[in-house]
């Protein structure tokens, strides 16, 4: 009998996992300002597991949502209080923000199985800002639009203090949730969204319960995203309202869908690129030209930014993950490839 | 192919390797880094532009006098948007990669408050943050002793803004229309301690960042038989406030925060704008103290375009020489410790840009006064002397 | 209570007004949502290029005639026009045509990233000092009974309802008004009886950008500082679009003027009466939105699409 994953190509994977753990030493070998590298690579690592989430809910099961820095919000929040106001180990508080983030997921769920398409969109964009003002209006427990400060994550008694530490557990859980993530695709849940995405009518018609599997895919995705929201909160040590902007969950979209949607390592990809981009790229190169011109950093920043993804997706509509397949098919049709009809 | 792409991971390592590093961050013999992160793309990119250039336009001065301790001044500018978490990435990035010696004016409450545990790790100063939140010279949050704030809170501002309104009026009915957010948060923290030192009740009302109606606040504000309005607002909003009241034939006496003192509020609300009373915390630029003297000489000497001069720019300006003062008062191989040391020491000390200003190891709020300034005939007049 | 009343009644104006302008952005991404199911993001942004436009001609006229007067708003206005169609042509070739045979998502991603040129490069061009834009009304008001009324917003309102009449009889009367209705029915079918869909595409470009820019020209005097933070109205007309149903011309108008009489009155005479509307005022009109979706999931005024398998 054929096994899940045997016609996927695997002894890349330890090499890859070796890799990512060794990367940091790495980058503290080859510079002494390793400490901004790695942040922007925590921050994409933090992304990423949101993106995986929402990918399951956007790219497999073809339900769009606008308001996932909601649902980042909610971990984020309900991990700090929990662990600094209720005194949960955070142990434990890894496991129940998540459920929460999740049990929001399902209130959003539910008018989904009446609202669709951009309808949706915009419903979960308000599901966005309802859910900003009620932090704030909790302003009792979350400090109101002021924000709060956030404790350390403590592991089994061992302290995550710097951006060294946060690098090894954030990237360990990318991992974790990447696996998971995998796993939920090929099974039958997997199936099941991938079939709504495609007909919701076929999908029907073959059996499956549209109600019970689009509410689970909000809540699984709800989980990544409050999972995120938790390893956001211990990482930063502050969080604010203004972090969860209604921006921040267009550009979590947009990750998804540069990378390719409908693909784990397509929005692992997307967030990997958008992050450095924005974070690492552009700010140096804008030091590297402010060398020779003199410019506003700000909007010529964003300019740059916007004109990178508008040339990428006019030149490569399906994402860095459509890339990556066309360039292996290539190499394995080389050099025999169907050569390009030129119109 | 794996090799090759090793090879050219290796050589970009090297080159990186290949910065020069420097045993005291920030210094060389001729040179002095300080960052600074603005809002330069994001709601307030206004003033991002417009400080920094202040403040540049004192450093150049200092520098062209041969800089401090013979070292020129050089600041390095980053982006946040206005967003918390751009903030620390930029803070990330001056620290560590262009290895800054201290961070100076960055903008924002929320913002600032985010890179408290950056400045807690890696103990760099952060001189005259940007933001009027009272919470900034709180010695026990987190890296309070690295931070220096040189304005007024605007708690400060609304407790005084109250008493000066009841002096002049003990029946005064007061509004307060403030922004729903970090700002308009620290706004009615000082508008609740005023009502619980008066005994009196105040009407709120909250507008959203961006608005540009205001019918329905003035209209509650009327109805609540208001006198005196306190707007919490920039420019926009007690413009809009003032002319909605002028056609509604409503007219209290309108007060704002230090933001307001904008002096396109009385350009822009022309007759309607008469009267309103805003306070700030340093000299104006117009006034005849010496350092509004320098700033103007300087202005006419660069250039300066007129509708850039104003009291952001000034702002930059003025908030610049205490950050001057703190590296002549650090030793001659200035340390971090050596800046924070220095700023310390000030007392009662005069910028000739600010009231005296005192700092020192329980005490990290600059001004806490504040002078009322009227629009009378189009023009801000000083209606008081410093109020506490 | 006529206190009230009165209170109410000045609100609804005002609110009227700012759900015009709304309106008006909810009818661009109406107009493109309509012929090729994309939704618009840029939308705000072309009403902030538009603001920024005319503030550039009357600037220019003004010096060229000596002095602001009416035919200097003429002539900016009619030069915002023109911009504004050749602007639509521009992206109909940057956006649309590159793009016409991928998925609807990633012409999506592509009017974000257009979103954030646009915002970004006004910025660059006109500098980040806040604009002072003119109104060619001033600050007159007329007042009926003790209801105050500004003239701008009744040019606001009038401007609205004149370009929707003109639409609605361009897209029920005429040829390719007719032409367009069929193509985003059916793009298929319409290709097929011989309509020319790219030519009706880049008409539906032109007429976005169209109102996108009218907008920012009536919007502006509105605000008493210009900056291109005010594309983000977009974000606030989204709900409007939604509420009337995406891709109904009549649903765009009254979806709008809701949310502005909504916002305005939540703002005013509920917070006034009830101190917890202070808290949700901001997201009111979200509420009210999820709430008509519940009941009627394709907005007030859309119709539900027959799914076949």
Redesign the interface.
Known sequence: MKGRYDDENLKWIPVLILAIFLFPF??K????????YL??LN?AGIYMILTIGLDLLSGFTGLMSLGHAAFLAIGAYSSAILVDQVGIPFELSIFISPVIAGLFGLVIGFPALRIEGMYLGLTTMGFGFIVKRLI?ALREWTG????M?VSKATIFGFTIN?DWDNYFMIYSFVIISVIIARRIVISKLGRAFMAIRDSEQAAQASGINLAKYKMLSFFISGLFAGFAGVLFAHT???I?T??F?ILLSIYFIVMVLIGGAGSIYGAVLGTLFIVLME?LFI?LFKDGLAKYIHL????F??FIFGFIMLLFIIFQPLGLYGMWLKIRIYWKLFPFNPRRRST | MKRYVSIIIMAA??W??C?N?VTSPGVTDTEILIGNI??????I??L???IPSGTNMYLDYINAQGGVHGRQIKML???H??????A???A??L???D?VFALYNVIG???T??I??ILE?SGVPLVAPATM?G?MSDLS??AGHLIFHTDAGYDVQSNVLVDYILEQNANAKIGVVYQ???Y???VLKGIAEAEERHGITIQ?????R?A??F???T??LM??GITDVIIGGI??EP??IM?TS????YSPHFFGHAPTVDA?VG??A?D?GEGFTSCYFAYLPDSDKSGPALYRELCEKNNVPE??RGIYHYYGFATAHILVEGLRRAEEYPTREGLINGLETLNNWESGTYPPITFNKNDHAGVEKIMLLQIQGGKQVAITGWLE | MN?VLT?LL??SV??IA?GCIYALIAFGFTLIYRATEVVNFAQGELMMVGAYVNFFFVTQFSGVLGGVNFWVYLFAFAGSIIFAILFGILLDYIINRPLKDEPVFSVIMATISLAIILR?LT?IIA????L?PASPFG?N?FNIGSV?I?ILDISIIIWTIVLMAIFYFFFNKTRWGIAMKATSTDPEAAQLMGIPIKQVYRFVWIFAALVGVIGGVL?AP????L????S??GLKAFPAAILGGFGSIPGAVVGGIILGII???????L??HFEWV?EI??IIVWIVLIVVLMIRPNGLFGIAKVKRV
């Not at chain 2, 709120?204 to 959203?208: D, G, I, K, M, S």
């Open positions: 790495i980058l070998g080859a510079t002494s300002s390793y400490k901004y942040y922007v921050i704030i109101g639009s002021a924000g400060p710097n930063s040590h502050f604010s203004d972090h902007d974070n700010p506003e950093a700000g909007d920043q964003a | 390592l090297a990186i390797r910065e590093r603005q809002d330069l793309s994001g709601p990119k206004e991002g532009f417009l500018i980053e982006d948007g206005y967003n918390p978490q751009k620390v990435v930029a990330k990035k620290i560590e990669k290895q409450t929320s913002t408050e985010a408290r545990p790790e939140s919470t949050r987190k729903d957010d970090d308009g948060a620290n709120r009302e909250a507008y959203q961006g540009t109606d019918v329905g606040q209209g509650n109805k609540g420019v926009r413009v809009t002319k002028q056609a509604m034939k396109r350009l822009l022309g309607a509708k850039m | 206190d209170g000045q609100e005002s609110g700012l970004s910025a500098g980040p000092i806040s002072v600050d008001t105050v500004s919007l509105r605000m008493a500082l900056d291109t933070n005010i983000y109205l916002e305005t009155i939540s703002m005013g005479t917070s006034f202070k005022n901001d």
